[in-house]
């Protein structure tokens, strides 16, 4: 039987989890920590990048929990190696080679339907060259027969793409949308949009409402919106959602 990673909700340590292994040192600068409930609280990534994919799964309906530095990959004895005992043994059976022999993945995720996947992080311009490329076929061809598709996800270098700005205004919104969205709030909205989509500037200034209550009624699906193409402003076009959480789903938009 293999050996399954652990997941939780809420994280009881005070030091940040790192996962598999640790994250690189980058030069002399910090590790870029962000908290996630659905990753065990808090996490530590080792780009901005990585941080952004971290809060696109956070708000994602479809994920129950996600892990950064997950596991590695053993490229020469083809399996899976979840704890960094496991990882010290295998590179000492190699006489301590790494590089080309084993790969570990950004991130793995539990989704709300029990199966499995991983992402690769990339960012624009710096998506890595064909001999990373050849290590990545490897590692996904052994991946998949323990059943974790592994997937790359590029993230736009662009800072102003809809998808970064929105991801890091919806991410907050989770943790406070029930506490500033009132039933008469949440009624008066969906009375608003019966007729059909209107723009955000009409919708908050007809209804007296900050525009700061958009990310929340976005994120429980009171409203929605394309937020992968258009920005969180307001000539946004917004719609009733209806429970509807499809909106949140944007990491097959950074898919190659």
Known sequence: MKSVPSYGTRSRRNAANVGVRFTARTYGKARIGTYAEKADGHITVESDAERLVAHILSIDPRVRAFKQQPFTVDLVSERLLFTREEVYEARRMRGCRTGEMEYTPDFSVVQT???????????????????????????????????????????????????????????????????YLTPDIIERVERYCESGPVLQHALCTSLQIPTALIPPLLVTGVLQADLARHHIFAALELSAGYGDLSHLCLIEELRP
């Open 113 to 179: 339907d029990g199966l499995l996947c991983a992402y690769e992080v990339k960012i624009q311009g710096y998506e890595g060259d064909d001999q990373y490329w050849m290590k990545l076929e490897r590692a996904r061809k052994i991946m998949e027969a323990y059943c974790y598709p592994l997937s790359t996800v590029i993230v736009p270098a662009d800072e102003r793409h809809p998808v970064i700005v929105n991801a890091q205004l919806l991410k907050p919104a989770l943790a406070r949308a029930h506490t």
